[in-house]
Nanobody, 124 residues
Framework: QVQLVESGGGLVQAGGSLRLPCAAS????????MGWFRQAPGKEREFVAA????????YYADSVKGRFTISRDNAKNTVYLQMNSLKTEETAVYYC?????????????????WGQGTQVTVSS
């Protein structure tokens, strides 16, 4: 069982930026795709972004394309989510997750390990 630990959340004004790292335990980090999801109060957890094991392929929700960037550093066992031009409606707990596969995925059921989440609050 891999452990995933997110950090970097906090309070930011609308239009601002945050970078969320997610550190993973284990020695096979590069073998798996990674993803970021978010869950706002009273809403379903939704896909944000994903990246393949090599980092060559990335996937984004339409709502974040052009503003968010997912990346990974396999030497550091870490995946990142750079979030720019944040909106108030993006206030949520952000979770990183490990895919069952080497590719990334848009679908929650393709992920079998989840972090505890980090709160991002975007104020107006």
């Amino acid at each position: 069982q891999v452990q995933l630990v997110e950090s970097g959340g906090g309070l930011v004004q609308a239009g601002g930026s945050l970078r969320l790292p997610c550190a993973a335990s284990g020695r096979t980090f590069s073998s798996y795709g990674m993803g970021w999801f978010r869950q706002a109060p009273g809403k379903e957890r939704e896909f944000v972004a994903a990246i393949s094991g090599t980092g060559r392929n990335t996937y984004y929700a339409d709502s974040v394309k052009g503003r968010f960037t997912i990346s990974r550093d396999n030497a550091k066992n870490t995946v990142y989510l750079q979030m720019n031009s944040l909106k108030t409606e993006e206030t949520a707990v952000y979770y990183c997750a490990r895919s069952r596969y080497n590719t990334g995925s848009y679908y929650r059921h393709d992920y079998d390990n989840w972090g505890q989440g980090t709160q991002v609050t975007v104020s107006s």
